[in-house]
């Protein structure tokens, strides 16, 4: 069955790749086979012996036909790191030529697809020849992961669903689902998705300003990270919790820890930066910001990150940036851009700002509004 499905799956491979390269049916096949049979064979209404594939293939300057064991344990393989929470694609790339000319075709296809991040290369008539593993991870790279973990209800699609509630600042729909992920990663030994769910159950927390609550899931997620030698997920969380103590006016706290940095990144920078503005700095703020100045950022991205160096600066230089229409006018438009392309946490994190402009110019409305919509 998994046979034949493959084939259909290269059929409809055997398409894509013809009409990329805007052959006609007959210029494919002449020589090989009937243009009827291609048709079907196109359409998944028809399946093809390997000797067929292999020359139509061949024709198509695509991998032969490969049904070779090997292959097979491979994608078996990633499967399990991809279920594990691994993010180690190295030897599943070199082999995707192969696979996708292989009975393992609509494996190679979905797992290539969550590899790049972006299904646009799988067709949607593909789906009736996937098995309930290959169904999922196509949900799930079409934006369906509630649908995805209810077809295949493991740690690593339950957590999906937590992770994407939590990205839409949605914390109090995330928290029971990552709830969920961490016990089903308990109960198949999965340790890296356990450390996942802590440590995303401590940030819906942090951003929900609940900090006994994320102090809690971090010492969790703190002894798994040590245990797996987690250095990044470690590093996280200690940013998340002096960010805390900027956000609940810890600032002398922050402070001291934003400043050990050697070499501090542009949101250390930020961070510091509002640490010694709200201490009564303003030469160290600046410093911090001239330090900042033209570095690139992987995230948020450097042109987001520079509107809220910006913001900083303007606050700094102007003690009187209230009255300032450059400053709102930046402060309004950055806080829209946040709320449109970051998550929920970067937004949280400056509405303080944009609340004290909104009062100070008596727009009262706009300011309750924003105070009550629903952050969790």
Excluded at 352 to 372: F, G, I, S, T
Aim: aromatic content about 10%; overall charge negative.
């Amino acid at each position: 069955m998994k046979e034949n499905n493959a084939a259909r799956v290269l059929g409809f491979r055997l398409r894509q790749e013809r009409m990329r390269r805007d052959w006609s049916q007959e210029g494919l096949c002449r020589g090989i086979c009937a243009v009827s049979w291609l048709s079907k064979l196109e359409q998944g209404k028809a399946d093809a012996s390997p000797e067929v594939l292999s020359m139509l293939l061949e024709r198509l300057e695509l991998p032969p036909y490969d049904d070779d064991p090997a292959l097979g344990a491979a994608i078996e393989a990633q499967y399990e790191r991809v279920f594990s929470g691994e993010r180690d694609w190295e030897a599943f790339a070199p082999l995707l030529g192969r696979l996708q000319s292989s009975p393992w075709a609509a494996d190679a296809l979905v797992l290539d697809a969550l590899r790049r991040r972006d299904a646009s290369d799988l067709d949607p008539a593909w789906v009736d020849c996937f098995d309930a593993r290959q169904r999922a991870m196509f949900l799930l790279l079409k934006g369906k992961d509630m649908a995805a973990a209810e077809l295949l209800p493991n740690a690593f699609f339950r957590m999906q669903v937590g992770i994407d509630a939590y990205e839409r600042g949605a914390y109090y729909d995330a928290l029971p689902a990552l709830e969920q992920a961490y016990r089903s990663a308990a109960e198949e030994g999965r340790p890296r998705l356990m450390l996942q769910a802590k440590l995303f159950s401590g940030n819906c927390y942090c951003n929900l300003l609940k900090f006994e609550q994320m102090e809690r899931h971090y010492a969790v997620a703190r002894r798994l990270a040590q245990a797996l030698g987690a250095a990044r997920d470690l590093a996280a969380m200690e940013y998340n919790e002096a960010s805390s103590w900027v956000e609940c006016g810890d600032y002398a706290r922050a402070e001291k820890f934003f400043a050990a940095f050697e070499q501090p990144g542009v949101m250390e920078l930020h961070k510091l930066a509002i640490c010694r503005e709200k201490l009564g700095d303003p030469a160290g703020a600046l410093a911090a910001l001239d330090r900042a100045a033209g570095m690139q950022s992987d995230y948020p991205p450097t042109e987001l990150s520079e509107r809220m160096l910006a913001l900083v600066r303007l606050r700094v230089e102007h003690p009187d940036y209230l009255r300032s229409e450059a400053y709102g006018k930046l402060l309004l438009e950055s806080f829209a851009r946040f709320r449109k392309e970051l998550p929920s946490g970067y937004v949280l994190f400056h509405r303080p700002w944009v609340l004290e402009w909104l009062l100070a110019h008596r727009q009262y409305k706009e300011a309750y509004a924003l105070l009550a919509e629903d952050n969790g």
